[in-house]
């Protein structure tokens, strides 16, 4: 299984980016996908989780109202659309796949981790 995180960057304050999560080795269709992010010395937020049809999704506090998960499950891609950034949003963002319809949202309910994006916010 590989998952290709992808669309991280330098953004101001206010910006907008979209980051792409390509999926391969696995069944896309019937996985419950995830986003999450971290920063030096600290453990994997929860960012977002959309079920496997796209159907349900669920996001963090922080996020809520600012960032949108959506998939193609013909392309094999999950997406994380993040506007209004914040400087507190700078972290590394991880997406995960699990073998579950609708996987939790912590680190244990994953199965599977791409490399990680790179997203910093600039004030």
């Known amino acids: 299984v590989q998952l290709q995180a992808s669309g991280g960057g330098l953004v101001q304050a206010g910006g907008s980016l979209r980051l792409s999560c390509a999926a391969s080795?696995?069944?896309?269709?019937?996985?419950?996908m995830g986003w999450f992010r971290q920063t030096p010395g600290k453990e994997h937020e929860f960012v977002a989780r959309i079920s496997a049809s796209g159907n349900t999704k669920y996001y963090a506090d922080s996020v809520k109202g600012r960032f949108i998960v959506s998939r193609d499950n013909a392309k094999n891609t999950v997406y994380l659309q993040m506007s209004r950034l914040k400087p507190e949003d700078t972290a590394l963002y991880y997406c995960a796949a699990a073998s579950r319809y609708l996987p939790g949202d912590t680190y244990s309910s994953y199965d599977y981790w791409g490399q990680g994006t790179l997203v910093t916010v600039s004030s």
């Open positions: 080795g696995l069944t896309f269709s019937t996985s419950g």
